[in-house]
């Protein structure tokens, strides 16, 4: 039995979602204007597994400066686009629905203005957390808000609280003056009260340094993450059996749920070196999981389209890599869960199709075309390790 292994590229959307207008989203594509402002993007393993044709295929013409692909692939490839059915356009959602359970009623959110959390909400939070009060307490830009509002924070000793268009409330704090665990524990508070909201997550912001303009988020995030509502391709292997490893964020998304070993790892370089010694030394029936952060984190919500280019061109360089621990029967996916256009208005995700790249040696060539839904890769999985096929999606493994 072969393996199966899970390559999210956090936000890589690549236009065309049809739906974009709702989300006032209309144009954006993250590729494609990339592609057009970094120009001699350079991508040459994605390119060779079809990542050409899908964007053309998603949204009607080549990346800038790329043509048809041709015959010539780093493996056998299928290759093809998918369209997103959750009602929202977060993380949660986005690998949810890959997982096979889409989000369709969509999330609670708070508004954008301040104050943005119900004050019946903030009294029990800050009554149990011991906490003397909060800052912030609107929609903001992580990165900017914690230069506002840090040196204040040292001060006072108030947490800040902030919210982004996405389901959340996120809490930052001085990672060493006001205590990692603390701010973790404060979290864990946090969540237990946000129940009644169906808020999608609270996500730990830590911080370092010591006056406005020079404040630092730290890799120490943690994401504390709603149950998924129903089982999870991941629920389901787990219960058949099989080993189910997530790789960094992957381990929150899911809140801990349906994983038999986690490994812990941030930034890209660490991640990719984590996916490839999982790669080497997992067996049989396995599924490997792992959560490119990065592209999303710290390039498109920061509206960085040369460091979100570099991040692309180190990841594909270093695609090659994967192949000669890859046995005879192994699917390698590679897929994201949202868009996050860095040329885009605001820091907010953005409504796009997705690619669906699937490789490895037994695999046959082929085109896959529009898929309704992310759950088309459960459904590809699931037929793979002769599970049952999950409520939603289809398969594109030829007679599973």
């Given at each position: ?207 370092v340094g010591e006056k406005n303009g020079a404040f630092v988020r730290t890799t120490n995030r943690r994401d504390y993450t709603a149950l998924p509502f129903g089982e999870t391709l991941l629920d389901c292997l787990k219960a058949s059996g099989h080993e ?157």
């Open positions: 039995m072969g393996r199966v292994i899970i390559i999210m590229m956090d936000s890589f959307g690549i236009g065309g979602a049809p739906d974009g207008a709702a989300f006032n989203n209309d144009g954006a594509n993250t590729l494609g204007h990339i592609a057009a402002a970094y120009p001699g993007l350079k991508l040459p393993n994605l390119y060779r597994l079809g990542l050409a044709e899908v964007a053309k295929g998603a949204c009607g013409e080549y990346p800038a400066g790329w043509s048809a692909a041709g015959a010539s692939v780093v493996l056998p490839s299928k290759f093809g686009h998918a369209r997103e059915i959750s009602r929202d356009k977060d993380t949660v959602s986005g690998h949810w629905e890959m997982a096979g359970l889409p989000n369709l009623e969509g999330w609670g959110h708070f508004k954008p203005d301040y104050p943005s959390f119900p004050s019946e909400l903030m009294e029990k939070i800050v009554k149990e957390s011991g906490i003397s009060g909060v800052l912030g307490n609107r929609a903001a830009s992580g990165t900017v808000i914690i230069q506002e509002l840090g040196e204040e924070h040292l001060r006072s000793g108030k947490p800040i609280f902030y919210t982004s268009a996405d389901s959340n409330m996120q809490i930052a704090a001085h990672e060493e003056k006001f205590g990692l665990e603390r701010l973790y524990r404060l979290c864990e508070v946090a969540y237990k009260h946000v129940q009644p909201y169906h808020i999608g997550r609270i996500i730990a912001r830590p911080f189910v490893i997530g790789i960094g964020a992957i381990n929150d998304i899911y809140a801990h749920r349906g994983i038999s070993r986690e490994v812990h790892a941030a930034r890209l370089e660490n991640l990719w070196n984590a996916t490839l010694q999982e790669v080497k030394s997992a067996g049989e029936g396995s599924l490997i999981f792992v959560n490119l952060e990065d592209f999303d984190m710290y390039y498109g919500h920061r509206r960085d389209v040369a460091g979100y280019a570099r991040a692309l061109e180190y990841f594909d360089s270093r695609l090659p890599e994967i192949i000669p621990f890859l046995k005879q029967d192994d699917l390698v996916f590679i897929t994201a869960d949202h868009g996050n256009d860095p040329t885009w208005d605001g820091t907010d995700h953005t409504r796009e199709q997705v690619p669906v790249l699937m490789f490895g040696h037994g695999v046959a060539a082929e085109n896959i075309g529009q898929r309704e839904t992310y759950a088309d890769i459960a459904a590809t999985v699931s037929a793979y390790f002769g599970l049952p096929s999950p409520a939603y999606g289809k398969s594109f493994l030829k007679g599973r």
